[in-house]
């Protein structure tokens, strides 16, 4: 079946370091990839998305290529900021013309106090 | 506004009580989605709705029970608490068959 990996259930980070959060994902055919971030107190909104298979998407500085030969779409950012501090979620519709969303357990970024 | 919104934002009840949830969404779409968060951040759908039609239900207690009167509302009903329905319920909508989904603030269920 069609699933979601996210390794890390938390990252810990210094203000400006870099941030790398790991995503695989199983699924047959061409899925659409998606990363959810969710701030405290809010529901999860869209971050970024990628359709095609080995393009980029990117969005507030955040990063993520839609790697078809390894099934990854890890997200990374360059900086990372106190606003930064969220739940991240990557997520996958799969390519069979459903639109039924799996969500990976999400991963909660916050900076070191 | 165009928005997904739940109302209420917090809700503290005792167990064996009935809640309701109410969710609407004006963004124009045709499917609308309920979502339990845990403690752990785990989200798991429980009900799908398009055009009124329930098309998605997971393996929920049968306790809990979608309402829609029409593709821009989608309630939820639990008609008896237990302690572990306690975590925060998120309304989702979307729009066709390619679509990302947009999600309301969700509403905290606290049973006591």
């Known amino acids: 079946g069609d699933s979601v990996i996210q390794m890390q259930g938390q990252v810990t980070l210094s203000e400006n370091d870099f941030l790398f959060i790991n995503c695989t994902y199983s699924t047959t055919g061409y899925p659409t990839l998606f990363w959810y971030v969710q701030y405290s107190g809010e529901g999860p909104q869209l971050l970024l998305q990628?359709?095609?298979?080995?393009n980029k998407g990117s969005s507030r500085g955040f990063e993520a290529t839609y790697d078809k030969g390894t099934t990854s779409f890890h997200l990374q950012k360059t900086s990372v900021q106190e606003i930064d501090s969220a739940v991240y979620y990557c997520a996958m519709r799969p390519g069979t013309g459903s639109n039924r969303l799996t969500f990976g357990k999400g991963t909660k970024f916050s900076l070191i106090p | 506004e165009t928005a997904v919104f739940q109302t209420p934002n917090y809700h503290v009840t005792q167990v064996g009580n009935e809640v309701s949830f109410n969710c609407k969404q004006t963004l124009g779409h045709d499917t609308m989605y309920w979502y339990k968060q845990d403690s752990k951040k785990l989200l798991k759908i429980m009900f799908s709705?398009?055009?009124?039609?329930?098309?998605v239900n997971e393996t929920v207690p049968r306790r809990f029970s979608p309402q829609s009167s029409d593709k821009a509302h989608l309630n939820l009903r639990i008609k008896s608490v237990e302690p572990e329905d306690s975590a925060v319920y998120l309304c989702a909508s979307s729009k066709g068959q390619n679509s990302d989904y947009t999600f309301g603030s969700g509403t905290r269920l606290l049973v006591i």
């Open positions: 709705y398009n055009n009124k039609q329930l098309i």
């Open positions: 990628v359709t095609t298979a080995n």
